[in-house]
């Protein structure tokens, strides 16, 4: 059964408002996108679908306000890797909480790291195959703006692999374990990690939001000082 409401749609349109508007574009995008990544389980098919539909969202925008396209889609691409940096920090963070200081024995984490080490390639094809759909207006602009990317890497590849390096030998104890794992019980602890981390991305953008917040309330007070 179809849902009433076609949340990725919505996400879409919302994207597509924003650019039009074009102010603060990367800190907009980073936000929608964030939102809309705590709404969900953080597996890699629900970021998949965040992307894509942002990605959609922003080419509707760079028609309805008629930008700089280049800038624009520069600008959203960062802001889409600002907020996957968070959620690879909120796995990080789970990671930890589940395992602890012990050693990496639950080989049924090891979809959820395996996901997270495809997180950039992922990203970046998912944004591609969203830019460049059929009778898309700007496959060439993408292109470029994707092509630098892939050149100089992401912020969100970094900080995945410097935690595969943080938990690489336990990943590959796990690999060997995984053999006598069911699937069944593997999917179900995906699962309850991606939940798991969804929930510290919150806690993480609440405490990105507070001090935001923070910075703009004492900007006037510094200025009365003066």
Same mark, same amino acid.
């Given at each position: 059964?179809?849902?009433?409401?076609?949340?990725?749609?919505?996400?879409?349109?919302?994207?597509?408002?924003?650019?039009?508007?074009?102010?603060?574009?990367?800190?907009?995008?980073?936000? %929608?996108?964030?939102?809309?990544?705590?709404?969900?389980?953080?597996?890699?098919?629900?970021?998949?679908?965040?992307?894509?539909?942002?990605?959609?969202?922003?080419?509707?925008?760079?028609?309805?306000?008629?930008?700089?396209?280049?800038?624009?889609? #520069?600008?959203?691409?960062?802001?889409?890797?600002?907020?996957? %940096?968070?959620?690879?920090?909120?796995?990080?963070?789970?990671?930890?909480?589940?395992?602890?200081?012990?050693?990496?024995?639950?080989?049924?984490?090891?979809?959820?790291?395996?996901?997270?080490?495809?997180?950039?390639?992922?990203?970046?094809?998912? +944004?591609?195959?969203?830019?460049?759909? =059929?009778?898309?207006?700007?496959?060439? !602009?993408?292109?470029? +703006?994707?092509? !630098?990317?892939?050149?100089?890497?992401?912020?969100?590849? &970094?900080?995945?692999?410097?935690?595969?390096?943080?938990?690489?030998? &336990?990943?590959?104890? =796990?690999?060997?374990?995984?053999?006598?794992?069911?699937?069944? =019980?593997?999917?179900?602890?995906?699962?309850?990690?991606?939940?798991?981390?969804?929930?510290?991305?919150?806690?993480?953008?609440?405490?990105?939001?507070?001090?935001? #917040?923070?910075?703009?309330?004492?900007?006037?007070?510094?200025?009365?000082?003066?």
């Amino acid at each position: 059964m179809k849902p009433m409401i076609d949340t990725d749609e919505v996400l879409t349109q919302m994207t597509a408002q924003a650019v039009a508007q074009g102010e603060g574009l990367r800190s907009t995008v980073r936000d %929608l996108t964030l939102q809309a990544l705590q709404s969900r389980e953080l597996s890699l098919a629900q970021i998949k679908s965040v992307i894509g539909s942002v990605t959609k969202g922003v080419n509707l925008g760079a028609i309805q306000g008629q930008l700089d396209t280049d800038e624009v889609f #520069a600008q959203a691409l960062s802001g889409m890797d600002d907020a996957l %940096l968070k959620a690879v920090e909120a796995s990080r963070i789970a990671l930890h909480q589940v395992t602890g200081e012990r050693e990496f024995r639950d080989s049924h984490l090891k979809k959820a790291l395996d996901d997270l080490e495809r997180l950039e390639d992922e990203f970046l094809a998912t +944004v591609k195959k969203a830019a460049g759909g =059929a009778g898309s207006p700007f496959k060439s !602009q993408w292109s470029g +703006v994707l092509q !630098q990317q892939m050149s100089a890497g992401t912020a969100t590849g &970094q900080q995945v692999m410097a935690m595969m390096e943080q938990y690489g030998s &336990q990943i590959q104890k =796990a690999a060997r374990a995984q053999r006598d794992v069911g699937f069944r =019980a593997a999917h179900a602890m995906a699962q309850n990690f991606a939940t798991l981390a969804s929930g510290v991305l919150i806690g993480l953008t609440e405490a990105m939001q507070q001090g935001a #917040a923070k910075s703009s309330a004492a900007a006037p007070a510094a200025k009365k000082r003066r």
